[in-house]
């Protein structure tokens, strides 16, 4: 991107999205990894995070010229190598001190105890794990209209309660298919749980989500409750296993029970396997593996099923996610969240279809 695009870019995000006010202060977070940690197995890896940097960068400075009558600032961290792990104290810090925070990071933490306690002090921010520098082009996911995102989130929400309401024999019940016709099923909406939104319009303090934005979500009710199997092609997941067409996870009340198709490195990470990442304990096992989040994406300028950041806005497509459910409306914590895109789903309310192919079918 050229700067004045960049420039763009930056006005819209902060004009749309935080509706920013003038003297508002802005803190841009990035992981990196020290020079020190790199080593020839890493490199690529190491290299790709730190392209990430680089780019914040470029952002930073450009919003302070901006932005010359607001405090901007950009720190960085080490790298965690690991979705949803906490940050820091003194990056946590710097988020509670400001009234607008951007997580631009490789590793996620959308679901940390740090974004809640800086949003808990009046900070509003968004994360953007995972980002690539073409999400802020124009036509791209950063610049969808958030209001068509908005509406057609609701009509989801809408047509799933009422679903629900036309079978009063049962809970509400989601069954999703997958192009190879596996299911998996749960509960949704018990417990005083409800659909959260992120239509990516962080205006008041405390609000947070994922940049770029377009998807509703929820926490199942009673873990115990997943059952099935479900099937993420190769190309939709970095922890398929090359010679594999697909990654597999089974599911028996409400945790992952077997894997097919994976990566040495999911297995270990998630106690199937023993290795450097392997789980401490039971608990933290079990917790890894819980069904934490079902989602739908929403963001018709989403395209990219290689970033999973984009992947789960897809317009259409279903999304899963293992691990920490707390931040979410419900009761496991965990040291991660992993989420999982399923394209081209089949989805069922209650026997009731929803999605056909990827496509809803209401109007």
Known sequence: MVLDDLGLAIRRMF?????KQPGESVLFISDYVPVEYITEQNSRKCEMINQRSNFVELLYMR???IFSESEVNL??????????????????EMMKSHNIFVALTTYSLTHTDGILEACNN???????????????????????????MRVLGEKYINEIIKAKEEDTERQCQVKIQDQSKNCLEFDILGNKRHFRHNFGLFHKPGMSGNLPAGDIHISPDIQENAFGRISIPRVWTKFCHPESEFLTLIFDHGCVSAIEG??????????????????????LK?????????????????????????AQKILGTCYIGLGTSDTLGGV???????????????????DKQIITNGVPIFK
């Open 262 to 283: 994976a990566k040495d490195s999911l297995m270990e990470f998630l106690g199937f396997k023993e290795g450097n990442r392997s789980p401490a304990t039971e608990e």
């Open 286 to 310: 079990l917790s890894r593996r819980n069904l934490a989040e079902f989602g739908i994406g929403l963001n018709p300028f989403a395209t990219k099923h290689d970033s999973l950041l984009e």
């Open 15 to 19: 004009n749309i999205n935080f509706k």
């Open 332 to 350: 496991v914590k965990s040291d991660t969240h992993l989420n999982f895109v399923i394209p081209g789903a089949n989805l069922f309310i209650n």
């Open 122 to 148: 009046g900070a509003r921010g968004a994360s953007m794990p995972g980002f690539t520098p073409d999400m802020f082009e124009v036509s791209r996911p950063m610049a969808s209209d958030h209001d068509k």
């Open 63 to 65: 919003s302070q010229d």
């Open 75 to 92: 720190i960085k961290y080490p790298a965690t190598f690991q979705s949803g792990k906490e940050i820091p104290l003194n990056v946590i």
